[in-house]
Nanobody, 127 residues
Framework: QLQLVESGGGLVQPGGSLTLSCSAS????????VGWFRQAPGKEREGVGC????????DYADSVKGRFTLSRDNAKNTVFLHMSSLNSEDTGVYYC????????????????????WGQGTQVTVSS
């Protein structure tokens, strides 16, 4: 079965850090870009960032730039999203998605057209 699995979510205090993982099973990630998205209750899904297949290309939403870092270990078939200086606005369900390229529409990340999606992992930033 071809799937992505996110892990690493949880409860963290404001100002804290958390690293999410996105692992693939049934296929190899090294040919895929991986996008990260999040969705807060009552809000639309928004793009957080995207990393190219080799890891040389990364891009981030303005809201997380300087605080979030994408990396990947293709030997482990895993992509990482390291999040720091977290605040309540970062609360939501975080999803990873894989496709040969990162997808944009008018300069912003879009979640359409990705081949594979994970089930999501909850991140809650609260004291």
């Amino acid at each position: 079965q071809l799937q992505l699995v996110e892990s690493g979510g949880g409860l963290v205090q404001p100002g804290g850090s958390l690293t999410l993982s996105c692992s693939a099973s049934g296929f190899t990630l090294d040919s895929y870009a991986v996008g990260w998205f999040r969705q807060a209750p009552g809000k639309e899904r928004e793009g957080v960032g995207c990393i190219g297949s080799s890891g040389d290309y990364t891009d981030y939403a303005d809201s997380v730039k300087g605080r979030f870092t994408l990396s990947r270990d293709n030997a482990k078939n895993t992509v990482f999203l390291h999040m720091s200086s977290l605040n309540s606005e970062d609360t939501g369900v975080y999803y990873c998605a894989a496709d040969p390229i990162c997808h944009y529409f008018r300069g912003s990340f879009i979640y359409k057209n990705y081949d594979y999606w994970g089930q999501g992992t909850q991140v809650t930033v609260s004291s």
